[in-house]
């Protein structure tokens, strides 16, 4: 959970930076980097990390999500049997198959869409 959260704030920025680039036409910037610094300068420093916070408890949600359903399917399919590699791989394959199918991917495409318009688009002030 923690590491997931770490990876997505160091790299936050760049997604900020590739949102702009693919939605604003008439940037000026085309590089990664410059696009970064172009944002610092004209909307301060926080800037890149605008919408961090709906990404941070989506990644949230959906890791517990995810283990909850892996330990309960564990727990039923095991039943006091001894854990495998193999059967902790299927359980794996089955909990992140279903869950992100069902769930997850709707919920994450909304909030993509959300964040796009919310904090790329429209005007900060």
Same mark, same amino acid.
Request: with cysteine; net charge neutral.
């Given at each position: %959970?923690? +590491?997931?959260?770490?990876?997505?704030?160091?790299? !936050?920025? /760049?997604? #900020?930076?590739? @949102?702009?680039l693919?939605?604003?036409?008439?940037?000026?910037?085309?590089?990664?980097?410059?696009?970064? =610094?172009?944002?610092?300068? %004209? %909307? +301060?420093? /926080?800037?890149p990390?605008r919408? *961090?916070?709906?990404v941070?408890?989506?990644?949230?949600?959906?890791?517990?999500?995810? !283990?909850? #359903?892996?330990?309960?399917?564990?727990? =039923? *399919?095991?039943?006091?049997?001894h854990?495998?590699? +193999?059967?902790? /791989?299927?359980?794996?394959?089955v909990? #992140?198959?279903?869950y992100?199918?069902? /769930?997850?991917?709707? @919920?994450?495409?909304?909030?993509?869409?959300? #964040?796009?318009?919310l !904090?790329?688009? @429209?005007?900060t002030?």
């Amino acid at each position: %959970e923690s +590491g997931s959260m770490t990876a997505m704030t160091v790299f !936050f920025p /760049l997604d #900020t930076a590739r @949102l702009r680039l693919q939605v604003d036409e008439k940037r000026k910037s085309k590089t990664t980097p410059a696009v970064l =610094l172009e944002i610092i300068k %004209e %909307e +301060g420093l /926080l800037a890149p990390y605008r919408g *961090w916070f709906p990404v941070i408890s989506s990644l949230c949600c959906s890791n517990f999500v995810y !283990f909850y #359903t892996f330990n309960s399917l564990k727990a =039923l *399919w095991v039943k006091g049997q001894h854990s495998t590699t +193999g059967k902790d /791989l299927v359980l794996g394959v089955v909990s #992140t198959g279903g869950y992100t199918e069902c /769930l997850h991917l709707p @919920l994450h495409a909304d909030l993509l869409c959300c #964040t796009a318009l919310l !904090f790329c688009v @429209l005007p900060t002030s």
